[in-house]
């Protein structure tokens, strides 16, 4: 299916923004492929394997050294059921597909997961009304279970809890990602896909009814002085191009020419933090727990994970300023300092008043690619196809932050069977 191309060729004009060396742009030999997945998180992974399924030869690159290394392995690996979305929204129609996929997928497969539920607590009377209003989104979507509690029942479930009612989610869990992606991948490989690490796609151009795609190796690009040419590693014409990209998705469609900036929404990166619970024999919680959410996210919630350790988080960081070759090699500030532990305590003590100064140990960070900032409304998944930009055989999804795990199979499904013929 491919030949790795190694020829010394300068950028096309899509990616003459990498050097500072401006020179004419030459014709490179080209491999054609069927299908070209650009990134290997589990969306990626899981969209691969539905290709693969119904018989279409899959090759997918990731800039990385393994697959599954940026959004997907810094997440809460929560199952989500569908309650905060609106119920014309992709987001609210794939994460309540994908919820359902993924527990009989993981069911039938062995993977380790658990449907411990959630209760999203309403700390004061102020958010009753935004539990109401989540209830009826949620019965809307078609989430099963939903019940609304009294103070008394939520702190007979849960007795560190302090809230006045409560929103209880009993189609919640929790899934080890990891293993996930080991069996999304497996699947995929076995119907003959294949993955290549550490090639980053770094721009493209539209020729005739193609969208030819320039392949480098990421440690090149990594190691570039500005002034060299870069060694192609491949040149490549698919008939069809999932940019599933995740964190750089909008940063490589913006090099692709021939595809129309207006269809690409501005990129906005929220930094999310998360501290584990130290010096407790018990976990505190037995469900999820989740205050009402906030701007840009959910709100520092309870995560558990299927080894019993307590996490709390994600924060919102609002990010700019990265460049597009440190977004495309994921060269990302994830440090979390126990200082920043300080701003946790109080969000965290208006559902568990008895958490003790101290026990917040750092955890770990992650970045979710959203297509909305500070201030505005949630975004909606954006899986664009040539009915949207024009561009024959090309597949964009943006923004697929949470619920992207729950809906990564539903994305798979519903990227496979629109645009896969």
Same mark, same amino acid.
């Given at each position: 299916?491919?030949?790795?191309?190694?020829?010394?060729?300068?950028?096309?004009?899509?990616?003459?923004?990498?050097?500072?060396?401006?020179?004419?742009?030459?014709?490179?030999?080209?491999?054609?492929? /069927?299908?070209?997945?650009?990134? +290997?998180?589990?969306?990626?992974?899981?969209?691969?394997?539905?290709?693969?399924?119904?018989?279409?030869?899959?090759?997918?690159?990731?800039?990385?050294?393994?697959?599954?290394?940026?959004?997907?392995?810094?997440?809460?690996?929560?199952?989500?059921?569908?309650?905060?979305?609106?119920?014309?929204?992709?987001?609210?129609?794939?994460?309540?597909?994908?919820?359902?996929?993924?527990?009989?997928?993981?069911?039938?497969?062995?993977?380790?997961?658990?449907?411990?539920?959630?209760?999203?607590?309403?700390?004061?009377?102020?958010?009753?009304?935004?539990?109401?209003?989540?209830?009826?989104?949620?019965?809307?979507?078609?989430?099963?279970?939903?019940?609304?509690?009294?103070?008394?029942?939520?702190?007979?479930?849960?007795?560190?809890?302090?809230?006045?009612?409560?929103?209880?989610?009993?189609?919640?869990?929790?899934?080890?990602?990891?293993?996930?992606?080991?069996?999304?991948?497996?699947?995929?490989?076995?119907?003959?896909?294949?993955?290549?690490?550490?090639?980053?796609?770094?721009?493209?151009?539209?020729?005739?009814?193609?969208?030819?795609?320039?392949?480098?190796?990421?440690?090149?690009?990594?190691?570039?002085?500005?002034?060299?040419?870069?060694?192609?590693?491949?040149?490549?014409?698919?008939?069809?191009?999932?940019?599933? +990209?995740?964190?750089?998705?909008?940063?490589?469609?913006?090099?692709?020419?021939?595809?129309?900036?207006?269809?690409?929404?501005?990129?906005?990166?929220?930094?999310?933090?998360?501290?584990?619970?130290?010096?407790?024999?018990?976990?505190?919680?037995?469900?999820?727990?989740?205050?009402?959410?906030?701007?840009?996210?959910?709100?520092?919630?309870?995560?558990? /994970?299927?080894?019993?350790?307590?996490?709390?988080?994600?924060?919102?960081?609002?990010?700019?300023?990265?460049?597009d070759v440190s977004s495309f090699l994921d060269k990302y500030d994830y440090?979390? /300092?126990?200082?920043?532990?300080?701003?946790?305590?109080?969000?965290?003590?208006?559902?568990?008043?008895?958490?003790?100064?101290?026990?917040?140990?750092?955890?770990?960070?992650?970045?979710?690619?959203?297509?909305?900032?500070?201030?505005?409304?949630?975004?909606?998944?954006?899986?664009?196809?040539?009915?949207?930009?024009?561009?024959?055989?090309?597949?964009?999804?943006?923004?697929?932050?949470?619920?992207?795990?729950?809906?990564?199979?539903?994305?798979?499904?519903?990227?496979?069977?629109?645009?896969?013929?």
């Amino acid at each position: 299916m491919l030949t790795k191309l190694k020829k010394i060729c300068p950028f096309s004009p899509t990616a003459l923004k990498f050097r500072n060396l401006a020179s004419k742009s030459t014709s490179s030999p080209k491999d054609k492929v /069927d299908c070209l997945v650009i990134g +290997a998180g589990v969306v990626g992974i899981a969209i691969a394997r539905a290709l693969a399924l119904k018989g279409r030869e899959v090759l997918v690159v990731d800039s990385a050294s393994t697959f599954g290394t940026s959004t997907s392995s810094r997440n809460s690996q929560v199952i989500h059921a569908g309650i905060y979305y609106p119920r014309s929204s992709l987001k609210a129609a794939l994460c309540v597909e994908g919820r359902k996929l993924m527990y009989g997928y993981c069911s039938e497969r062995g993977i380790p997961h658990e449907r411990v539920g959630k209760l999203i607590v309403a700390a004061g009377e102020a958010g009753v009304s935004t539990l109401s209003n989540l209830m009826n989104r949620g019965v809307e979507n078609g989430v099963e279970g939903l019940r609304m509690l009294d103070r008394c029942e939520a702190v007979e479930m849960e007795p560190e809890l302090n809230c006045v009612k409560a929103l209880l989610s009993p189609c919640s869990g929790i899934v080890d990602c990891h293993s996930l992606m080991l069996s999304l991948l497996g699947d995929a490989e076995n119907h003959g896909a294949t993955f290549s690490y550490n090639s980053t796609v770094i721009g493209g151009h539209v020729e005739g009814d193609s969208l030819n795609l320039e392949v480098v190796g990421s440690q090149e690009l990594e190691n570039r002085d500005g002034n060299s040419l870069l060694n192609l590693e491949f040149v490549l014409v698919p008939n069809l191009v999932v940019n599933s +990209a995740g964190l750089s998705a909008v940063a490589l469609a913006r090099k692709f020419n021939g595809l129309s900036g207006s269809v690409i929404p501005k990129p906005h990166f929220a930094r999310g933090l998360y501290f584990t619970l130290s010096n407790t024999r018990e976990p505190p919680f037995k469900h999820l727990i989740y205050p009402t959410p906030e701007d840009g996210g959910l709100g520092v919630h309870v995560t558990l /994970d299927l080894d019993g350790q307590v996490k709390f988080g994600p924060n919102v960081e609002w990010i700019s300023g990265v460049d597009d070759v440190s977004s495309f090699l994921d060269k990302y500030d994830y440090t979390v /300092d126990a200082s920043q532990a300080e701003g946790f305590y109080p969000a965290i003590r208006k559902y568990y008043p008895n958490l003790k100064d101290g026990s917040l140990e750092p955890g770990y960070s992650g970045i979710r690619p959203k297509v909305t900032g500070p201030g505005q409304s949630a975004g909606d998944f954006v899986i664009q196809g040539e009915e949207s930009h024009g561009v024959p055989g090309l597949v964009n999804l943006f923004g697929i932050e949470s619920p992207g795990l729950t809906s990564c199979m539903a994305i798979a499904e519903y990227v496979a069977n629109r645009f896969s013929k």
